[in-house]
């Protein structure tokens, strides 16, 4: 009978007894960090100032196209056809810095394409 006694007494604490759960809670100090209440004027002012940026590239470009215009009509480009000419290379030159100002001007990195 003692045997009986300690094979009841073995599973019911085998019954009762549960395994030890170790839990780990994630780490909520990202939460009340206070650094992120300026996060949406930081964002802002990160967004205008890019903005501005591009703004003046854009009117650094306009600037430089139109001083090659001015170039071009110094030299009198239109009515160069003489390919034997420095001018004639000079002008053409000329016409692909506008061309590559021009395209550079035209993108729009922002712009959300349809």
């Known amino acids: 009978m003692d045997w009986v006694n300690r094979q ?4 019911i604490t085998k019954l009762t007894s549960f395994p030890s759960l170790i839990i780990i809670l994630p ?14 004027k ?3 002012d990160k967004f205008n100032d890019e903005q501005n940026d591009w703004s003046n590239k ?15 009509e110094a030299k009198s480009c239109d009515t160069i056809t003489d390919m034997t000419s420095s001018d004639y290379y000079d ?8 061309s590559q100002l021009t395209l550079e001007k ?9």
Not at 58 to 72: D, G
Not at 91 to 98: E, F, G
């Open 58 to 72: 854009q009117a650094n470009k306009t600037a430089q196209i139109k001083n090659l215009e001015s170039q071009k």
């Open 106 to 114: 035209d993108y729009n990195p922002n712009q959300i394409m349809s």
């Open 91 to 98: 002008c053409k030159l000329l016409s692909m810095q506008v």
């Open 27 to 40: 780490n909520f100090s990202g939460v009340t960090d206070y650094s992120w209440g300026d996060f949406f």
């Open 8 to 11: 009841v007494e073995e599973i």
């Open 42 to 44: 930081n964002l802002s």
